[in-house]
């Protein structure tokens, strides 16, 4: 009896784990590994930003609410589930007017990171999706395509594998 | 008795122009020119990033409602009453795990723009106001601070004294 409830609670906690992770539909296509395109992410609030001098991209680090919370009050090791951090990269231009200020060109892709802690517990806590182009496509051949990004983002595995540290605000 | 309607007519639309470009007061001192720090603009949403590297400093350009509406729409010449942009300034970095990314470090300042063409009408269209520091403090002497922000805008007059151009986005 014990483990059939047990059962049934395993299964409940599954379904409520995917529905924080798994954002609403946007209507674009999902990650080959099976990520929807978090609804909304061009509203978020600011994580970060940065320029890439080694591939001469800008990028905005956007979160969700959970991960704005996490990062104002400093639990960002680990970042706590249902958090989602986005990138928005563009490629770099000068401004015209200010030539010495680096500044965006084309939008490049938008790319991001859901923490779920336990439906990600055979790998890195995350779950890692990209969309490319203003057509929003999804990034990567197969459902492996998190490994690449996994690769990338080894060296601050004890970071809870994020780059990002959140910027200083009042 | 046209005149005197006329004479409360403008005053209640002074009114109205005041609360319009003067958000809620939040405990900081307001800018010496009379405007108040903008209720929440940690939390607007992303109009653009830049690199400054003739002062190495990056800067999140965000905008109040009325702004990511009419970067959205392409109605930013001129923008319309309302809308407000801001700036988050940080020197720079390199990432410690990635010194190829130029990341912030601490904060400068935050910087904000705020339409109202009719109550601004005697100059630009825009009050000018700047916050330095994590303690927010009103940036400039006297009730002309906004003639230093001018002088460095004016190659942009004609693009409604605005140097950011929304950056693509999906």
Known sequence: MFRFISSILGFVLILAGQADAEPASTGIQPSPNGIQL??????????????????RTLRAIVGNEIAIKAARTGQTNPWPDGAILGKM??????????PKAIAPREFVHAEFMLKDARKYRNGTGWGWARWTGLEQKPYGKDA?????????????K????????????P
């Open 38 to 55: 978090p609804h909304g992410y061009k509203d978020w609030s600011v994580l970060s930003v940065s320029h890439r001098v080694d591939n």
């Open 89 to 98: 990269v563009w490629k770099e231009t000068s401004e015209q007017h200010w």
């Open 144 to 156: 492996n395509v998190a490994q690449e990004c996994i690769a990338c983002h080894t060296p601050v």
């Open 158 to 169: 004890s970071r809870d594998w994020v780059f990002t540290t959140p910027a200083e605000l």
